[in-house]
């Protein structure tokens, strides 16, 4: 498991952000009118404006994980540990009780009437689809993957050496065999990794 951690807590990342950002362009509420006529389909980007920039930084936050030292990852665990957070405490509140201020701008927009009392005036009923339960299981799986990374990150193997800035890191330790990619690099240098 820990020699795998870096692959899991990056992939989980990495799908996380990329759903939680597909989640915000998928329609979370179809709200009914009073006046009847067709029911207004809200995205996730109206009900949580925050929802795409958010899913953005989880998905640079999973790319920085596969280049960084070991003091960064603890603070990229951190962040994604916050990330989770922050996700599940915004759409925990919208997916399970949708709130009148999720949908009233798309209201707002069909109709010209706006203020949360005038909305909610005109709203018959609030009909969720699976969007926001999927929003919230994804923010939950990321906090785990972040707490996943604090837990790991001193295993992790260290990034190649083509990231490197200075000869101190291009000289493996004794301790740690040599791979493929040192390999490639002593040859790129002239130096023979045979002996």
Do not use: N
């Not at 020699?3 to 329609?27: M, P």
């Not at 996730?44 to 640079?60: F, Q, R, S, T």
């Not at 009923?125 to 929003?135: E, L, M, Q, R």
Request: aromatic share 4%; proline share 6%.
């Amino acid at each position: 498991m820990i020699r795998r951690a870096r692959l899991i807590c990056v992939v989980v990342t990495l799908l996380t952000g990329a759903l939680g950002l597909i989640s915000s362009t998928q329609t979370w509420f179809e709200v009914a009118l009073v006046d009847g006529g067709d029911a207004l389909a809200v995205p996730g980007a109206d009900a949580i404006p925050v929802l795409a920039p958010l899913c953005l930084a989880v998905l640079a936050l999973g790319a920085a994980l596969t280049i960084v030292g070991t003091v960064l990852r603890y603070i990229l665990g951190a962040l994604t540990v916050l990330a989770g957070a922050v996700l599940l405490w915004l759409t925990v509140p919208v997916a399970f009780d949708p709130p009148v201020s999720a949908v009233a701008s798309a209201v707002t927009t069909a109709t010209g009437i706006a203020g949360l009392e005038s909305v909610s005036a005109l709203i018959a009923s609030i009909t969720a689809t699976p969007w926001p339960g999927v929003t919230v299981l994804c923010a939950a799986v990321l906090a785990l993957a972040g707490i996943l990374t604090l837990v790991t990150a001193h295993a992790w193997r260290r990034p190649g050496r083509r990231f490197a800035t200075d000869a101190a890191h291009d000289a493996p330790s004794a301790d740690e065999p040599l791979d493929a990619v040192d390999s490639w690099d002593d040859l790129s240098r002239g130096d023979d990794p045979t002996r």
